[in-house]
């Protein structure tokens, strides 16, 4: 089992080739935003694993120039009512993260002269970000609107969807496939419960198209998510009641299948669990070597190396 960590760190790098998205209902009562992990720049000395695919080097050989060269994450809760999701340059985002987090209590004004008060820079000129600002409605409930920066610029939304980065239309795709497989599946009774599945399910896809696709034999190399340069992983952030967390309770099993003796059989082959210390998130990844037989003992043992 190895396992990968990232919570910051002096790399200056762009992650404007990415997969953002701020989810929400018309209602405005479901706010969801996830985002990947990969960063891109200009090809390291030294050899990059991610938690889906391993060395990058499976996917950019030695000399390709431009590669993934580790893993950010892009979804951060600034406020338990404020949550973004960034791409474009890493600088300016955590000089806008900054300024965002020291927001005591976040409102449309606080969040425009934030954003409006940013130096004007190349830097800040590449930066985008989308996000829900949460607000009190009554007692019980928050209203939630989405809003997007591009440089110095904020709009604010409500009741849409968004997504940005070169990863936008994959995972919009995927996102849109899945909520219809999962509306055919469980109907339209719990749309919160529909959008969750349809998220993990939309980034599972893209996950192990990661695993699957062989660059090197030309497999449908459209739809490597690497190639484009995001992926590694994904983050998500929901408002649960009246304020934003991210989630870490997922284990992300990915199956496939063999013959043996005729018979065809399904077997785990790759495990990621992510889960947060502190800031800090990790990401354990089992790949899976041979068969796991269904018996007690190494089903145990299968589950206490995915905690």
């Not at 390291?44 to 694993?49: G, I, K, L, M, R």
């Amino acid at each position: 089992m190895g396992f990968c960590s990232f919570s910051g760190g002096a790399w200056a790098y762009c992650a404007r080739m990415t997969a953002i998205g701020a989810v929400q209902t018309a209602a405005e009562r479901i706010a969801i935003v996830v985002g990947d992990l990969a960063l891109e720049g200009v090809e390291p000395a030294v050899e990059v694993f991610v938690p889906t695919r391993g060395s990058t080097r499976e996917v950019f050989p030695v000399g390709a120039g431009f590669t993934v060269v580790g893993l950010v994450q892009k979804v951060v809760i600034c406020h338990d009512r404020l949550v973004v999701a960034w791409t474009g340059s890493r600088i300016a985002a955590q000089s806008l993260l900054r300024e965002l987090t020291a927001i005591s209590s976040p409102d449309d004004e606080s969040l425009a002269a934030a954003v409006e008060g940013q130096e004007d820079s190349e830097a800040t000129r590449q930066l985008e970000m989308l996000g829900f600002l949460a607000e009190p409605h009554d007692a019980s409930t928050m209203r939630v609107r989405r809003f997007r920066v591009v440089g110095r610029n904020l709009s604010m939304s409500a009741g849409t969807t968004r997504f940005l980065g070169s990863g936008a239309p994959l995972l919009s795709e995927a996102l849109e496939r899945a909520f219809r497989s999962c509306v055919q599946l469980k109907g339209n009774s719990d749309a919160g419960a529909l959008i969750m599945s349809s998220i993990f399910a939309a980034i599972g896809r893209l996950m192990s198209l990661e695993l699957t696709t062989s660059v090197s034999r030309g497999e449908a190399v459209a739809l490597h998510p690497l190639i484009h340069f995001f992926g590694g992983g994904y983050e998500i952030a929901v408002l649960d009641g009246r304020r934003f967390v991210k989630l870490d309770s997922a284990v992300h099993i990915f199956w496939r299948t063999r013959t043996v003796d005729g018979e065809l059989r399904l077997e785990p082959w790759r495990i990621l669990r992510p889960r947060y210390s502190g800031a800090t998130l990790i990401v354990h990844a089992v790949n899976v070597q041979g068969p796991i037989e269904a018996n007690a003992e190494r089903v145990n043992e299968f589950e206490t190396a995915c905690s």
